[in-house]
């Protein structure tokens, strides 16, 4: 059985393309992008789980790669 992993971020619409590609490159499925209350977008993002690594390993990347739209 697949284990999935999640993770959610917000999408800046001048940058879309660039935040979902890459997501996608680091292993990330995009399944749904919805608007929040203050009317932005978040994307919803699954992979599997790796059996070979720690639960969760992907958090540490996804910290990473979040920084580089930050600011």
């Known amino acids: ?3 999935w992993e999640y993770f959610t971020t917000p999408l800046l619409i001048h940058n879309t393309a660039a935040i979902l590609n890459n ?7 995009l399944v749904q992008v919805v608007t929040n209350a203050e009317g932005g977008l978040v994307a919803y993002f699954k992979r599997p789980v790796s059996s070979a690594g ?3 390993a992907g958090l540490a990347s996804a ?3 979040a920084k580089q739209f930050e600011a």
């Open 1 to 3: 059985m697949t284990t």
């Open 23 to 29: 997501w996608g490159k680091q292993g990330w499925e």
């Open 54 to 56: 720690p639960e969760n």
């Open 63 to 65: 910290a990473v790669a």
